[in-house]
């Protein structure tokens, strides 16, 4: 009878108001609760019966209410440090447990209320510990057996419960090191291994060398730099040893002085380039009456061979800098360098071998690197190689080890960028500030490591970073933020604590990086606030209530027309 589906249809509309009010109230409740989505009510028609032309039947109304989990709320800022908030798409990913099993439900949220326990442990208001990924201290992923891992290829597993007290004191190991100095360019070169005569009794520009036993006019004996070829010096009639040492001079890739400062003068032959060698080949005996003889010169110069480091040839200029091991504990390096010819100079990175330092037996006479470095006409840098002539632009230096029980090192030296003047270059000597001449300058020289520190501070950074900063300068992130993604977050089933659990229609979840492949950015020392809109609560109610006033009416007014039916029978 219609009646009385008029009178049930008014009764479900009371129904769906009453609900209607009770999700209004939880909004308003809920009105400071950081994170917290608001939900709307929607309504259905319940049809019970097609209408027809001539007839209808009443049936009422479906409640239907929808979280609004995906609308973003305000974010506001606060001076806890642990507190993060995230703008735009995910959740933050928490478990009800302090210490999870492989079977412990995953639950999500957008409250970042975040503060330690007891334990150091980070959890927000309502319990929940949030979950990230342990990082080195490069800020790279790191799985359930620390080894270097992504989000796109991380398992649930690998997240842990963020805990501040995972480290209290840090040391951290020099990694780079970065130089800014110029290089005197008017600076003498190093000429290649001299070879002096000795037969005494010369003086160098009266002695006619004709004179001596198996020297004659006409005898010849050949120089050769390197791989070159050789070349011939012809003895003429009269010659002396200044003579000799201009012809010889004369040569390409050969420098020949006369040392007049004993009563015994003495010729030297080199080649000019340090790197090479000279070969002397005795034709005529010239050589031996001289007391040179044939022979071959070791090069003064060999990048690896620790020539500066032996205390073979003398640097040219250091550059002292202190570096840090695993354990904190300082060494003090040098780099030394030599020109060693036009625009091109040689380097060798030596420390100390004494107890404590550097592994005499990995690094003999305390050397740990050697190359060269070559410059542009204009003063860049040009060229930054090592031993093997490869570049060592942003390749560490790796196996540098210690005797006192610290990890082996490795670091990478940064000479400033190549084609630039921003770190190392050559120009000509300079003055200071009061016109003294400076042959060498040290502009910086600046490394990343530090001494064993405790923990002073600690907070999430604008990546989503845990870091820690300790008493001797250094920050280190120790975990990352995990953001979660689902496809349809308004699907998501509420649960107590302000968190949400994975339904069938939200689709499952993707673990992210915030700010990465569509997952929100992390917002440090925020809070994101109810997204309630209060003016529009209270809006909803006055139409709730007069709703509800309105389906009373129609029970009612069904109420007496039903009694008028009855009177027909009286």
Do not use: C
Request: no cysteine.
């Amino acid at each position: 009878m219609s009646l009385f589906g008029a009178m049930i249809s008014g009764v479900s509309g009371l129904n769906a108001q009453s609900q209607n009010l009770g999700v209004i109230s939880d909004n308003i409740s809920n009105l400071n609760t950081v994170g917290y989505k608001s939900t709307v009510g929607r309504f259905s028609t319940l049809v019970t019966q097609a209408p027809t032309g001539t007839s209808y039947t009443p049936g009422g109304v479906q409640f239907h209410p929808t979280a609004l989990i995906s609308k973003q709320g305000l974010l506001q800022a606060t001076s806890s440090t642990t507190a993060a908030a995230i703008s735009g798409d995910g959740f933050f990913l928490v478990r009800d447990t302090a210490t999870p099993g492989e079977d412990s439900e995953m639950f999500f949220s957008r409250a970042g209320d975040f503060k330690p326990d007891d334990n150091g442990l980070l959890k927000n208001t309502a319990g929940y510990y949030v979950q990230g990924w342990a990082t080195d201290r490069n800020g790279q992923l790191l799985d359930r057996n620390g080894n270097v891992t992504s989000s796109n290829s991380s398992a649930a597993g690998d997240l842990q419960v963020l805990d501040i007290n995972s480290i209290l004191t840090a040391a951290a190991s020099t990694t780079r090191i970065e130089f800014g100095a110029n290089f005197n360019s008017d600076e003498t070169a190093l000429n290649g291994t001299p070879t002096t005569s000795s037969t005494a009794g010369i003086v160098a520009d009266t002695t006619d060398l004709t004179t001596l036993p198996g020297v004659n006019a006409g005898d010849t004996f050949t120089i050769a730099v390197g791989t070159g070829a050789p070349q011939t010096v012809t003895i003429a009639a009269g010659e002396t040893l200044n003579s000799l040492a201009a012809k010889i001079s004369a040569l390409t890739g050969v420098t020949a002085t006369v040392d007049t400062t004993s009563t015994n003068h003495t010729l030297s032959i080199a080649s000019t380039d340090p790197e090479e060698t000279l070969t002397l080949t005795d034709t005529n005996g010239d050589l031996g009456a001289l007391g040179f003889g044939s022979l071959t010169t070791t090069a003064a110069f060999t990048p690896g061979a620790g020539n500066m480091a032996s205390g073979a040839i003398t640097a040219h200029n250091s550059l002292p800098i202190t570096v840090y091991d695993s354990l904190g504990t300082a060494h003090k390096l040098n780099l030394q360098i030599v020109k060693l010819g036009q625009n091109k100079w040689g380097y060798e990175l030596t420390g100390s071998t004494e107890p404590g330092q550097l592994d005499a037996t990995t690094h003999p006479n305390g050397l740990i690197a050697s190359g060269t470095l070559t410059f542009n006409g204009d003063g860049s840098l040009k060229t930054f190689t090592d031993e093997g002539g490869l570049s060592r632009v942003d390749q560490p230096i790796t196996g540098i080890t210690w005797t006192n029980g610290s990890e082996p090192s490795s670091f990478t030296l940064d000479a400033g960028t190549i084609g630039q003047t921003d770190g190392i270059t050559q120009f000509a000597a300079g003055t200071d500030a009061n016109g003294n001449l400076i042959d060498y300058t040290t502009h910086y020289i600046n490394q990343d490591g530090a001494r064993a520190g405790t923990m002073v501070n600690y907070g999430f950074t604008e990546d989503g970073y845990l870091q820690v900063e300790f008493a001797n300068g250094v920050k280190r992130p120790v975990y990352k933020l995990a953001i979660a993604t689902v496809e349809s977050p308004d699907s998501l089933e509420q649960h107590t604590g302000n968190v949400y659990r994975q339904t069938r229609e939200s689709g499952d979840y993707l673990l992210r990086e915030p700010g990465q492949n569509g997952a929100g950015k992390v917002v440090a020392s925020a809070l994101e606030a109810s997204n309630v809109d209060l003016a529009e609560e209270f809006t909803n109610m006055i139409v709730t209530q007069r709703a509800y006033s309105a389906n009373t009416k129609t029970i009612t007014t069904t109420d007496e027309m039903l009694d008028e039916l009855i009177r027909v029978k009286r």
